[in-house]
Structure formats: structure tokens, C-alpha cells
């Protein structure tokens, strides 16, 4: 599918019986969900002007629960329910900005110490952590494993869950991804989206651009074992990559599990060493918008920069609400 029809969306706020519709005072409008967040987020500005007899910076405080919906002619639905996390007020501007993020921010921001003995799978674990933290989850993850002994002692929950994916990951070599979806935690693999968007040059992306960078390269991996009594650290074994000789030593220390064999060790670092054995590829671009669009979705994306139709993962995405346009940025 390529083709997007202008979506219209309905911001609103419901307090005290009433509701407040917001898009029309708003002079920005953003939903987006970026690389190095967990949680959604829905970033506007206001006027300060009078809704009704109050001014609105009176009526949205933080806590409160701001909705976006959208009608694009194909799909209809809620894309955003949230709490209001930050409120700023411009006196040379006039007007108020608000930060909300969807209720995975609660994990993002909170801390637990847990503990999980050796041979708990990961929907086990996941299962557990929602179960204490009254998240509703929907797991169709198809990579989980058998996981070691995981003792987490004042870690972010969100950090967890991610420890536990890529694990999974690591052995499995099933992506994976995380996200708050129609009111519960969606664990799942990557791409799984039923509708394909396409993109290209020709058609509806007004921007585009690649780069290639060598910051994700691991060339060689050194294990190492328990510190003995000394403070001296054993290393055990140093396992080389591929393309050591054209990329140059970059180095990674893996330390050895507890009761894990050294023959299993070496097995992990040559699947590191695999995993980051190039560069990344990277795609970004701006196009007509497609409110439905994910991080962790899958695009078919051609451009001059890659020759030619290629299925693509969504990293990130912004949709600007009053522009109807879109950035995104893609990672083969």
C-alpha cells in the first residue's frame, strides 16, 4: 500500500464531564516513537486562550489523560491514550506546550528488584513482571528461550524486559518488539504488521537520505572469568570476527556466565561477532503520512540510495498531527 489520503485526526481531553477538543488551538502537533524510547510520545502546543471560561493551560495538568484518534478513509481507531508528563509555559510566546507519553512510561520510570531462577523461559518472566505490575500483555514472541538465573537489584523495569528480549534474540535470531498497543504491552516479532506500506522517490517520499556507519562494528571479543581473590581478571579466550582484517580491531569483553562452559561462551561471541560483523545501513525520509505507522513495522523502501525494493524495519517515526507529513527512519 502506498497511497495515503490527508488523515484527520481528534485530540481531546475529558475532565470534570466535559470534553475538550485540542487540535484546533494547537500550533504544533507530534506523535512519534524514536530509536532510544520505550514509550510513545505526544508532544503539542496550545495558545494560551480561553476554552469555554477557563484558559486551557488552567484545565490540562500533568497526570491528566490526553487521547488521539484518527480516521485516515481506510482505518479508523485510537492511536495514543496517555498521561500529560510535562506542562511549559512560554510568557514571549504566549502559549504552553505539553509532553505525554503512553503508559509504558511507568516501566521506563520505575525501579524493582527481582529475582528468576535458572530455566525460566522468557514469557514465563514476562508473564510474572506483568502480572505484578497490572500491565495487560499480549505475548507472540516466537524467539523466547530458557534464560539463567536473572537477579535484577534496582533496575528500571523497561530495562528488564529488554535484558530479556535480547537474550532471546541473541540465541534465537528472531527480532523482536515491544509496544503499547490498543490498551495492552504487545511482545512480539518484528514486522508482523498485516499492511505493508511502500515508499519511493517517485511516489510519495519528498526526502530521502542513507549513511552507513561503522559505531555498531565488534571485530573481536575477549572472555573473561571470575575475578579471583587478587582483583585479577582471567581471560579465558579471545574469539576474532570475519572482517577483523578489513575493519581493524574493535573490541567487546563478554564475561562468562556462572556454570557456563567455556565452548558455550565462544558460541555467544561468534554469534556477537556475526551480528555486528558490518556497517549499519541507514535510511531516512519524510513522506505524506501514514498515522498507523509503527516502530517495528515492516516497509517495502526503494530509493537511488539502495537500488531497488527492499522490506525494511521502522526504527523511528514522526507524524506531524497539523502537517500531515511524516519522518521516518529505516534500518536494513
Same mark, same amino acid.
Given at each position: 500500500?502506498?497511497?495515503?489520503?490527508?488523515?484527520?485526526?481528534?485530540?481531546?481531553?475529558?475532565?470534570?464531564?466535559?470534553?475538550?477538543?485540542?487540535?484546533?488551538?494547537?500550533?504544533?502537533?507530534?506523535?512519534?516513537?524514536?530509536?532510544?524510547?520505550?514509550?510513545?510520545?505526544?508532544?503539542?502546543?496550545?495558545?494560551?486562550?480561553?476554552?469555554?471560561?477557563?484558559?486551557?493551560?488552567?484545565?490540562?495538568?500533568?497526570?491528566?489523560?490526553?487521547?488521539?484518534?484518527?480516521?485516515?478513509?481506510?482505518?479508523?481507531?485510537?492511536?495514543?491514550?496517555?498521561?500529560?508528563?510535562?506542562?511549559?509555559?512560554?510568557?514571549?510566546?504566549?502559549?504552553?506546550?505539553?509532553?505525554?507519553?503512553?503508559?509504558?512510561?511507568?516501566?521506563?520510570?520505575?525501579?524493582?528488584?527481582?529475582?528468576?531462577?535458572?530455566?525460566?523461559?522468557?514469557?514465563?518472566?514476562?508473564?510474572?513482571?506483568?502480572?505484578?505490575?497490572?500491565?495487560?500483555?499480549?505475548?507472540?514472541?516466537?524467539?523466547?528461550?530458557?534464560?539463567?538465573?536473572?537477579?535484577?537489584?534496582?533496575?528500571?523495569?523497561?530495562?528488564?524486559?529488554?535484558?530479556?528480549?535480547?537474550?532471546?534474540?541473541?540465541?534465537?535470531?528472531?527480532?523482536?518488539?515491544?509496544?503499547?498497543?490498543?490498551?495492552? /504491552?504487545?511482545? =512480539? &516479532?518484528? %514486522?508482523?504488521? #498485516? *499492511?505493508?506500506? @511502500?515508499?519511493?522517490?517517485?511516489?510519495? +517520499?519528498?526526502?530521502?537520505?542513507?549513511?552507513?556507519?561503522?559505531?555498531?562494528?565488534?571485530?573481536?571479543?575477549?572472555?573473561?572469568?571470575?575475578?579471583?581473590?587478587?582483583?585479577?581478571?582471567?581471560?579465558?579466550?579471545?574469539?576474532?570476527?570475519?572482517?577483523?582484517?578489513?575493519?581493524?580491531?574493535?573490541?567487546?569483553?563478554?564475561?562468562?556466565?556462572?556454570?557456563?562452559?567455556?565452548?558455550?561462551?565462544?558460541?555467544?561471541?561468534?554469534?556477537?561477532?556475526?551480528?555486528?560483523?558490518?556497517?549499519?545501513?541507514?535510511?531516512?525520509?519524510?513522506?505524506?503520512?501514514?498515522?498507523?505507522?509503527?516502530?517495528?513495522?515492516?516497509?517495502?523502501? /526503494?530509493?537511488? =540510495? &539502495?537500488? %531497488?525494493?527492499? #522490506? *525494511?524495519?521502522? @526504527?523511528?517515526?514522526?507524524?506531524?498531527? +497539523?502537517?500531515?507529513?511524516?519522518?521516518?527512519?529505516?534500518?536494513?
Amino acid at each position: 500500500m502506498s497511497i495515503a489520503v490527508s488523515p484527520q485526526y481528534t485530540l481531546f481531553l475529558q475532565k470534570g464531564g466535559k470534553t475538550y477538543q485540542l487540535l484546533k488551538a494547537c500550533s504544533a502537533a507530534t506523535l512519534s516513537e524514536k530509536t532510544d524510547s520505550l514509550a510513545q510520545t505526544l508532544t503539542f502546543t496550545v495558545a494560551s486562550v480561553k476554552a469555554g471560561n477557563a484558559y486551557i493551560g488552567s484545565i490540562i495538568d500533568p497526570g491528566d489523560i490526553v487521547h488521539l484518534t484518527c480516521n485516515d478513509g481506510d482505518r479508523k481507531g485510537e492511536l495514543f491514550k496517555g498521561p500529560v508528563w510535562e506542562v511549559n509555559y512560554s510568557q514571549d510566546a504566549r502559549s504552553i506546550s505539553y509532553t505525554a507519553y503512553d503508559p509504558l512510561i511507568y516501566i521506563q520510570k520505575s525501579s524493582d528488584a527481582l529475582f528468576f531462577p535458572v530455566g525460566r523461559t522468557t514469557q514465563q518472566i514476562f508473564q510474572s513482571i506483568c502480572s505484578k505490575w497490572k500491565i495487560p500483555l499480549q505475548y507472540k514472541y516466537t524467539g523466547g528461550i530458557k534464560h539463567e538465573k536473572k537477579s535484577w537489584t534496582n533496575n528500571k523495569v523497561s530495562d528488564m524486559m529488554l535484558e530479556l528480549l535480547k537474550d532471546a534474540k541473541k540465541k534465537s535470531k528472531v527480532s523482536y518488539m515491544m509496544k503499547w498497543q490498543a490498551g495492552y /504491552l504487545l511482545v =512480539a &516479532n518484528r %514486522g508482523i504488521n #498485516k *499492511i505493508v506500506y @511502500s515508499f519511493s522517490d517517485s511516489t510519495n +517520499l519528498t526526502k530521502a537520505s542513507s549513511k552507513r556507519s561503522m559505531e555498531n562494528v565488534v571485530t573481536q571479543i575477549i572472555i573473561t572469568g571470575s575475578a579471583k581473590d587478587s582483583g585479577q581478571i582471567p581471560i579465558k579466550a579471545t574469539v576474532k570476527g570475519t572482517y577483523q582484517n578489513r575493519y581493524g580491531v574493535l573490541q567487546n569483553v563478554q564475561e562468562m556466565k556462572e556454570k557456563q562452559s567455556l565452548a558455550d561462551a565462544k558460541s555467544d561471541a561468534t554469534k556477537d561477532l556475526w551480528e555486528n560483523r558490518q556497517p549499519t545501513l541507514t535510511f531516512t525520509g519524510e513522506s505524506v503520512d501514514y498515522p498507523f505507522l509503527r516502530k517495528g513495522d515492516l516497509v517495502n523502501f /526503494l530509493s537511488g =540510495a &539502495n537500488g %531497488g525494493y527492499k #522490506k *525494511i524495519s521502522v @526504527s523511528s517515526v514522526s507524524h506531524n498531527l +497539523l502537517g500531515r507529513t511524516m519522518a521516518l527512519e529505516l534500518e536494513l
